[in-house]
């Protein structure tokens, strides 16, 4: 018998390792070390570092291209506004941007403009850190030419989202403990709804005019430029009454306030100097601890009133006004809702609220009245038209009726063919 031989099933060929086996991974690599590297250097920043642990100190300070390093929890909006209007090269905060509490955007803003923050460096770091100094941003880290290196997280557009989302969570508790403070506060001062109010004899007439209390908050700057747009300063003349940094805010319109009201903090020397009648925010009277914000006035040499009362200086600007007798109370960028007074680290509105309930309908917003204003350039044109055809109407009609009239037209005709035809 003839025996058949087996053969082995062969096994299929493995391919020959190359010399280039693994270079792609490694290849892989090296091109994103690449990449994170000229990302890095990018996003390098290099330049004067100034700092202030009131960021509406720091403000006035800062020039274009500057690296402002601010101790600001909760970075509002107005302060991150003001800090993309200096054009800062980046920001630097010793404590946290966004801490959860509410979705504050202050963040948001310097994310969608695309300066940079370098978010929770720390106090130690913000002590040691020199005003003025030169220093380098890269990455998660400020270097100083003294070796100074501070340490924090570089935030991104989607991480600020992220953080943002995570504190809108929050938003619930923190209303409720908004309005719990709030009621224990109306509680304590509710004699402000009915009680006399001492006012400083001012200089400025207020009764029965028009009283324009400029605050430096959110939208101040565009609810300026509408009120003046639609000529409501030209028309109103209104007696022009500034809370603090809100006298700056008139003179860069070139506007001089009449009067300046507040505790003097965050007013610039300039403002106070331009010949406004002062008035320094005093504490209520039997809280014992004055009228801090004199103690500036003197120190530049000029003369001010005070004025005693609970609660902010922009109740206070509009509680003096009423008191005046003004008959209507316009306010910019004044303070109501709540991620407002959260910006502002406010526990609680009751002064606010009882302030307006004081004053009633004499006060309105700006944005209102610049509503009310606005119309757009086609409908003042068909307005215009309307009017124009309106009293043309009886003049037209005369022509047609009267001798005169009659003779004007068949001279105006032969006029016409003898010129024309």
């Given at each position: 018998m003839r025996v058949v031989p087996r053969f082995k099933r062969r096994e299929p060929l493995k391919p020959k390792s190359s010399p280039t086996e693994g270079m792609y991974t490694i290849r892989n690599a090296q091109i994103t070390d690449q990449s994170k590297a000229l990302e890095e250097k990018a996003s390098l920043v290099y330049a004067r570092v100034l700092k202030d642990r009131r960021t509406k100190n720091l403000i006035p300070r800062l020039r274009p291209g500057d690296i402002a390093l601010i101790a600001h929890q909760d970075l509002d909006a107005v302060a991150a506004r003001a800090l993309v209007e200096k054009r800062v090269s980046a920001v630097v905060n010793a404590a946290a941007s966004i801490s959860?509490?509410?979705?504050?955007?202050?963040?948001?803003?310097?994310?969608?403009?695309?300066?940079?923050?370098?978010?929770?460096?720390?106090?130690?770091?913000?002590?040691?850190?020199?005003?003025?100094?030169?220093?380098?941003?890269?990455?998660?880290?400020?270097?100083?030419?003294?070796?100074?290196?501070?340490?924090?997280?570089?935030?991104?557009?989607?991480?600020v989202e992220q953080q943002m989302e995570a504190a809108r969570a929050n938003l619930?508790?923190?209303?409720?403990l908004f309005a719990k403070n709030t009621l224990a506060y109306i509680e304590r001062e509710k004699g402000l709804l009915a009680a006399p109010i001492e006012v400083p004899p001012l200089k400025t007439r207020f009764a029965d005019r028009h009283v324009l209390i400029v605050v430096r908050g959110e939208g101040y700057k565009q609810d300026l430029a509408l009120l003046l747009e639609r000529g409501y300063l030209h028309d109103a003349r209104p007696v022009l009454l500034a809370v603090d940094g809100g006298a700056d805010a008139l003179l860069e319109v070139h506007l001089r306030p009449d009067v300046i009201l507040g505790d003097m903090d965050s007013v610039s020397d300039e403002a106070l100097k331009c010949g406004a009648e002062l008035v320094v925010h005093g504490y209520a009277r039997e809280d014992g601890r004055g009228a801090p914000g004199m103690e500036r006035i003197k120190k530049l040499g000029l003369n001010a009133h005070v004025f005693h009362m609970a609660g902010t200086s922009e109740d206070a600007a509009m509680l003096l006004a009423d008191e005046l007798g003004a008959r209507l109370i316009v306010a910019v960028g004044t303070h109501f809702s709540l991620e407002e007074f959260l910006d502002k680290g406010r526990r609680g509105m009751s002064s606010t609220f009882l302030t307006r309930l004081r004053i009633g309908s004499k006060l309105v917003d700006a944005k209102g009245i610049g509503r009310l204003l606005e119309t757009q350039p086609h409908q003042l044109f068909r307005a215009f038209a309307l009017i124009l055809l309106a009293a043309s109407t009886p003049i037209i009609a005369m022509l047609f009726i009267s001798g005169a009239g009659k003779a004007l037209l068949r001279f105006l005709s032969v006029l016409w063919h003898y010129h024309f035809r």
């Amino acid at each position: 018998m003839r025996v058949v031989p087996r053969f082995k099933r062969r096994e299929p060929l493995k391919p020959k390792s190359s010399p280039t086996e693994g270079m792609y991974t490694i290849r892989n690599a090296q091109i994103t070390d690449q990449s994170k590297a000229l990302e890095e250097k990018a996003s390098l920043v290099y330049a004067r570092v100034l700092k202030d642990r009131r960021t509406k100190n720091l403000i006035p300070r800062l020039r274009p291209g500057d690296i402002a390093l601010i101790a600001h929890q909760d970075l509002d909006a107005v302060a991150a506004r003001a800090l993309v209007e200096k054009r800062v090269s980046a920001v630097v905060n010793a404590a946290a941007s966004i801490s959860g509490r509410y979705p504050n955007r202050g963040p948001l803003i310097l994310m969608q403009t695309g300066i940079p923050l370098l978010d929770a460096v720390g106090e130690e770091a913000f002590f040691l850190a020199p005003d003025g100094g030169q220093a380098t941003l890269i990455g998660d880290s400020l270097r100083f030419q003294n070796g100074l290196c501070l340490q924090g997280k570089r935030l991104t557009l989607e991480l600020v989202e992220q953080q943002m989302e995570a504190a809108r969570a929050n938003l619930d508790h923190e209303l409720t403990l908004f309005a719990k403070n709030t009621l224990a506060y109306i509680e304590r001062e509710k004699g402000l709804l009915a009680a006399p109010i001492e006012v400083p004899p001012l200089k400025t007439r207020f009764a029965d005019r028009h009283v324009l209390i400029v605050v430096r908050g959110e939208g101040y700057k565009q609810d300026l430029a509408l009120l003046l747009e639609r000529g409501y300063l030209h028309d109103a003349r209104p007696v022009l009454l500034a809370v603090d940094g809100g006298a700056d805010a008139l003179l860069e319109v070139h506007l001089r306030p009449d009067v300046i009201l507040g505790d003097m903090d965050s007013v610039s020397d300039e403002a106070l100097k331009c010949g406004a009648e002062l008035v320094v925010h005093g504490y209520a009277r039997e809280d014992g601890r004055g009228a801090p914000g004199m103690e500036r006035i003197k120190k530049l040499g000029l003369n001010a009133h005070v004025f005693h009362m609970a609660g902010t200086s922009e109740d206070a600007a509009m509680l003096l006004a009423d008191e005046l007798g003004a008959r209507l109370i316009v306010a910019v960028g004044t303070h109501f809702s709540l991620e407002e007074f959260l910006d502002k680290g406010r526990r609680g509105m009751s002064s606010t609220f009882l302030t307006r309930l004081r004053i009633g309908s004499k006060l309105v917003d700006a944005k209102g009245i610049g509503r009310l204003l606005e119309t757009q350039p086609h409908q003042l044109f068909r307005a215009f038209a309307l009017i124009l055809l309106a009293a043309s109407t009886p003049i037209i009609a005369m022509l047609f009726i009267s001798g005169a009239g009659k003779a004007l037209l068949r001279f105006l005709s032969v006029l016409w063919h003898y010129h024309f035809r």
